[in-house]
């Protein structure tokens, strides 16, 4: 393939741990600190099935993802992708949806973070969406300096998260209780099936990092390396803290929506509550330093393309980091935050928008996996696997988005 300027703008500086953190910081949300308690209130004991066998149907995305970043590194990720495969008008749109995605995200994203610190310091709405902006900013400004900062940053961050939640876990084993799992199935099949559609939102976030993937170091080796070995420890943690959220009975009443909390609670008492916030601020930077790198490349990829503004595509002229991309993401996530501040939109109309562009952005990267990778035995099963369970589920995630956007403060 001839080599583009798309191609040759970013050098390869991401290695693999960096890479697996890249990934992991994109896919754990703040969901881990609210849906297993959801889950289990709504299925009981059996949500641990349901959480066993979506850490099984996620695999043929992670592989898909992988496989395609292998053959195709390029900073234009998922619309790369389906631009090869079906044109200009189909790629354009998917780059489209993700960019306009991650600044109306954004802000859901660090007010997120910041409400579990406002309720630990009795903080008013002012101090929490400034700190919203403090934690978004912050991330943005540390890209202008490169993958390489950002993604030893990241790599650090990411070390953070599992660390406390595995200090979660293995304070939560001595108050373990095997009555907990009986009933095993209180509320029947359907329910676990429902609670299947509501997990599908805790194991997206493998398509941010297909635009970085130009900066992979060896992409050919690393690229499913990394998704493989971060799909492995997003699986391990979720399936831990459900687990261990029912055997706990850390749910129910009151307790589901901060279901994290209550279990380290057990424990460690009220310092349980400052370490699950502590937790959610470094998922929310971890995410927003995933999501903010790609955004950023995406625009500058559109306007590579010439459907962008030509300042998108601007370069910082020492780092060659797209500042003109970072610039976009700025002055959208300023705009949509004093939106949300100010009342004119709520939580639950904004999240509606980003939830819709992320599912497009999946169904467009699943029919390119079914064109491209279909000399590959393995890249076509999964590619199709793929596009047959996210179709199936996508009559349920109006429902699965509600129970999100209603069960805690904050979305994924």
């Keep these: 393939m001839k080599q583009t300027p798309v191609q040759s703008a970013f050098q390869e500086i991401l290695s693999l741990p960096q890479i697996v953190a890249l990934y992991v910081g994109a896919v754990v949300g703040s969901g881990i600190l609210l849906i297993p308690g959801l889950t289990a209130e709504l299925a009981g004991p059996a949500s641990i099935l349901a959480w066993l066998v979506m850490s099984i149907l996620v695999l043929p995305m992670v592989i898909t993802m992988g496989l395609l970043s292998v053959r195709h590194p390029h900073s234009g990720g998922v619309s790369h992708f389906v631009r090869l ?161 029912v055997a706990t009975h850390s749910y129910g009443s009151q307790k589901s929506a901060a279901s994290l909390s209550v279990m380290v609670q057990l424990s460690l008492g009220p310092i349980g509550g400052w370490i699950v916030a502590v937790t959610a601020l470094f998922i929310c930077i971890a995410s927003a330093n995933a999501y903010g790198s790609a955004a950023s490349r995406i625009a500058y990829s559109l306007a590579q393309e010439g459907i962008a503004p030509k300042w998108f595509g601007i370069l910082h002229p020492k780092y060659k980091t797209p500042i003109g991309g970072l610039t976009f993401i700025s002055m959208a996530f300023i705009v949509v935050l004093i939106l949300l501040a100010s009342g004119v939109i709520s939580f639950a109309q904004l999240i509606q928008l980003p939830n819709a562009t992320f599912f497009a952005t999946y169904i467009g990267g699943c029919f390119a996996g079914v064109r491209l990778l279909r000399d590959s035995r393995l890249g076509k099963l999964c590619a199709w696997i793929s596009l047959i369970v996210s179709f199936g589920l996508y009559p349920f995630l109006g429902w699965a988005i509600y129970r999100t956007k209603t069960g805690a403060p904050g979305g994924r």
Excluded at 110 to 116: D, E, H, I, L
């Design 85 to 245: 495969a079906y044109g200009d008008r189909f790629g354009n749109a998917v780059g489209w949806f993700f960019l306009l995605s991650v600044p109306i995200g954004g802000p859901i994203l660090g007010v997120t973070g910041a409400k579990y610190f406002a309720i630990l310091m009795h903080w008013g709405d002012s101090e929490t969406y400034m700190m919203a902006a403090l934690i978004f900013f912050i991330v943005l400004l540390m890209n202008v300096f490169g993958l390489q900062l950002a993604g030893k940053v990241q790599t650090i961050v990411v070390s953070l998260i599992i660390a406390i939640l595995l200090l979660a876990i293995f304070t939560a084993i001595p108050h373990y209780d095997a009555a907990n799992f009986t009933p095993f199935m209180p509320n029947g099949w359907y329910s676990v099936m429902q609670t299947a559609v509501l997990l599908f939102w805790c194991f997206i976030g493998w398509e941010a990092v297909t635009h970085l993937s130009q900066e992979f170091v060896n992409p050919q080796k690393n690229a499913i390396r990394g998704v493989l070995w971060s799909a492995g420890v997003v699986a391990l943690l979720y399936f831990a803290v459900a687990f261990l959220t």
